[in-house]
């Protein structure tokens, strides 16, 4: 079955750090673009950053960039995403999304996980 | 950055009914690269249509995209109750993807 799977949220300082994982079953990652997308509670969806398939090409939102940073493990079938400096802003639930095409650096989303909850708060 | 407008805000409909939602981009969508989801209330969204007009794995036939370059519809034919829910549009012509702020489709 295909499916991705994301590590647990945690509550984080603002000014600290994490990273998320998100783990890839029934299909390999280097095999599409890969995206974060992350939804404030009770609010819409907001893209957040993408890699290639190939991993050599990152693309990330104005609003977390030089804050965050997206990767890939293929041997671990793993995407990452490295977020420093975190702000009361970047509470969500972030999810990790397939790209349909199969070839598209940046996409539309047919495979979603159920997303991992971020808290920054003091 | 392409912003999205989605219109109307909310619709209020009965299982059977037909509807028509609608996004309008600030920019031409590179591509017709375009989609729709449905989020029901405490799931992930669902891919319906990408490429403006092509229905995702799945979906069934009442769904269907239509538009390009700025304005795109979704049209569902008849209302399934699972078909209750939010709606999002989303461009990927260029980054940043964005997306719609999401139509409600309530159950009258």
């Known amino acids: 079955e295909v499916q991705l799977l994301e590590s647990e949220g945690t509550l984080v300082q603002p000014g600290g750090s994490l990273t998320l994982s998100c783990a890839a079953a029934?299909?390999?990652?280097?095999?599409?673009?890969m995206s974060w997308v992350r939804q404030a509670s009770g609010k819409g969806l907001e893209w957040v950053s993408a890699?290639?398939?190939?991993?050599?090409?990152?693309y990330v939102a104005d609003s977390v960039k030089g804050r965050f940073t997206i990767s890939r493990d293929d041997a671990k079938n793993t995407l990452y995403l490295q977020m420093n400096s975190l702000r009361a802003d970047d509470t969500a639930r972030y999810h990790c999304?397939?790209?349909?095409?199969?070839?598209?650096?940046?996409?539309?989303?047919?495979?979603w996980g159920p997303g991992t909850m971020v808290t920054v708060s003091s | 950055e392409n912003v999205l407008t989605q219109s109307p805000g909310s619709l209020s409909l009965s299982p059977g009914d037909g509807a028509t939602l609608s996004c309008r981009a600030s920019?031409?969508?590179?591509?017709?690269?375009f989609a729709w989801y449905v989020q029901r209330p405490g799931q992930t969204p669902r891919l319906l249509i990408h490429s403006a007009s092509s229905r995702a794995t799945g979906i069934p036939d009442r769904f269907s995209g239509s538009g390009s370059g700025t304005d795109f519809t979704l049209t569902i034919s008849r209302l399934e109750p699972e078909d209750f829910g939010v709606y999002y549009c989303?461009?990927?012509?260029?980054?940043?993807?964005?997306f719609g702020g999401g139509t409600r489709v309530e159950m009258k």
């Open positions: 989303q461009q990927y012509g260029y980054p940043p993807l964005t």
């Open positions: 029934g299909f390999a990652l280097k095999r599409h673009g």
């Open positions: 890699i290639s398939l190939s991993g050599d090409s990152t």
């Open positions: 920019q031409s969508v590179s591509g017709n690269y």
């Open positions: 999304a397939r790209g349909v095409s199969g070839w598209f650096s940046y996409d539309a989303f047919d495979v």
